[in-house]
């Protein structure tokens, strides 16, 4: 009697050591479909600045889980190389559709430059007041707002804005580094500016003067980067 008892607890715990087998089997291979389920996408492999030219050194690709890739997000360099970023990308963040424009796209809308809660806004500039037509898309210039009567001694000139970003000359927005369009004079300045600071502007061409003082240009990464290669 008591060996039929012995027998029938070792059938019993073999049927719940199998039971319990079975299980973890089944989560082990659950676990290891769900880390096998990732997919290839593009990458920052180092901070890309707002209005940077994306080169393929500044991206690397990374496997991540399939259910953590956003339908924008692009998974191949080539879909990267040679647009430009509309806004800063950390580093180790996925390189999504919306956040990069092509030089096509640029070439056509200046309002894909203007960065969020910002303006653009033109105003007349002659030859003289443009820096001699030597200001560039990207330049960065001071506004001198001037007004009184020269004849009567009585001009006075304030400094109006600072560091304003040019969005355009004349209807040219891209950059002297792309070489793409030749050089032509032109009568207006388009800035990129708070809207305080654009109805500052208009009121101040309105009844006076503007100048503009060019910055210097900053010194472009990627020729940074291109200088060290050769």
Known sequence: MRSKLVLLLALVMGIITTFLFFKYMQQFNAEKVSTTHT??????KEEIQNNEKITA???EVVN??????????IKTTEQAVGKTATSMIA???PILTHRLVSEKEETIYVSRKVREDYRA???GANFNQSVSNLMEPEDEVDVIYS?????QGTVVSVILLEKARVLAVGRKILTPDDKKEPYAEYSSVTLELKPQDALKLVN???QGNIH???HKRPVIKEDNASSHNH
Not at 39 to 44: E, H, K, L, P
Not at 64 to 73: A, G, H, Q
Not at 147 to 151: E, M, Q, S, T, V
């Open 39 to 44: 997919v290839s996408v593009v990458v920052a």
């Open 57 to 59: 050194d500044k991206l």
């Open 64 to 73: 991540i889980p399939k259910k953590n890739v956003l339908p924008e997000t």
């Open 91 to 93: 580093k180790g963040e």
């Open 121 to 123: 806004v033109s105003v």
């Open 147 to 151: 007004r009184g009567n020269k004849l």
């Open 204 to 206: 101040a061409s309105e």
């Open 212 to 214: 503009f003082i060019l």
